[in-house]
């Protein structure tokens, strides 16, 4: 907590009215949570998380190598 920060005195339980004004601060402010703890109960908002987008490198296809130019074959043995 911040040094000059205040606590809110407030010994009755979080009715639904009030958790629902935190949430709608909790949306109006650049805030992502918030913890609280009032008459011994805690409460934590938080605002979710974008979802993590898996990150994949492009695919890289490679093809064959080319084949070296066909030689005739040369006959085993020449004719007499």
Known sequence: M?????KAVKE???TLEDIQKLIT????????ELDLEI????????????PIQPFMLPQQFHSPAP???ATPAAP????P
């Not at 601060?25 to 992502?32: A, N, P, R, T």
């Not at 409460?43 to 974008?50: D, N, T």
């Open 2 to 6: 911040a040094p000059n920060a205040k």
């Open 12 to 14: 009755e339980p979080l």
């Open 25 to 32: 601060m909790l949306d109006k402010s650049g805030l992502h």
């Open 39 to 50: 008459g011994g109960a805690r409460l934590k908002l938080a605002k979710p998380s974008p």
């Open 67 to 69: 084949l070296p130019p």
């Open 76 to 79: 085993a043995h020449a004719p």
